[in-house]
């Protein structure tokens, strides 16, 4: 089996075009920086502690995420039965190992608003190494749900903590819990407040002089890593999620 991390990162990447928080409670922050190895991300430390600001835009506009990084993923929600015992349910069954299921509710928004200024920022700094990234863009939750399959057939059944008639995923003041699972390799169960998506920025070098500007990371070279030279003329481009 690959390595929890690796599985729920590639998955978000491929199905969403965002980058995976890994571990999905991690803190993360407009501003912090760090090295990208494969999709996932190593925070080094925060564009503050570097003297470098920035102004941030935010929406409160409140999406609902959700992915599957197969389609051998069945979810069915089941209304509450009756008698004083009947709990609303998601059921989930996995039809394959290594299996990813998400669901986000009650997202929001938040970026740093000028990237091209923050690039320029970074450039005058004259240490920002080439290979660190950025966090430009954050996508936190009000509740999170997801479950790794660890084997063929594996399964988990969540449950209204409350009197509800039905799970509404997109409701995030619906409490829900984990009642019966089986061969789930990893568990997020209805946790509150995390960060699950984010947005990255860093530098590419600038052709045909082999100068540093800034491309999305998709299309990075290899290298040595070299601090950014400050009047380097470049342009910070975000990675479109």
């Excluded at 209304?79 to 996995?94: I, Q, R, S």
């Excluded at 240490?127 to 996508?139: A, E, H, K, R, Y």
């Excluded at 009197?163 to 997020?188: F, M, P, R, T």
Aim: hydrophobic share 40%; proline share 4%.
């Amino acid at each position: 089996m690959d390595a929890i991390q690796t599985i729920y990162t590639r998955a978000a990447r491929k199905k969403l075009g965002y980058y995976a928080n890994w571990e999905p409670s991690r803190p993360l922050a407009l501003g912090d920086y760090g090295l990208l190895r494969g999709q996932h991300f190593e925070r080094i430390g925060s564009l503050t502690s570097l003297g470098v600001t920035w102004v941030a835009q935010t929406n409160d506009n409140e999406s609902h995420k959700k992915f599957t990084s197969s389609n051998s993923v069945s979810a069915v929600l089941k209304a509450k039965g009756k008698g004083p015992g009947g709990k609303a349910k998601l059921e989930v069954a996995f039809g394959s190992a290594n299996t990813v299921f998400l669901d986000a509710a009650g997202c929001t928004y938040q970026a740093i608003e000028d990237k091209r200024a923050l690039g320029q920022a970074l450039e005058a700094l004259g240490n920002f190494q080439s290979n660190w990234v950025v966090v430009t863009d954050l996508i936190p939750a009000k509740r999170s749900i997801m479950a790794i399959s660890s084997a063929e057939k594996a399964n988990i059944t969540f449950e209204a903590l409350g009197a509800v008639d039905a799970i509404d995923l997109a409701d995030a003041s619906i409490e829900i819990g984990a009642k019966k699972q089986s061969a789930i390799g990893y568990l997020v169960d209805a946790e509150k407040g995390f960060t699950p998506f984010f947005g990255l920025c860093g530098f590419k070098p600038r052709f045909p002089f082999g100068n540093e500007g800034l491309r999305p990371l998709s299309q990075r070279a290899g290298g040595q890593a070299k601090p950014v030279v400050a009047d380097v003329a470049s342009e910070l481009v975000f990675l479109q999620l």
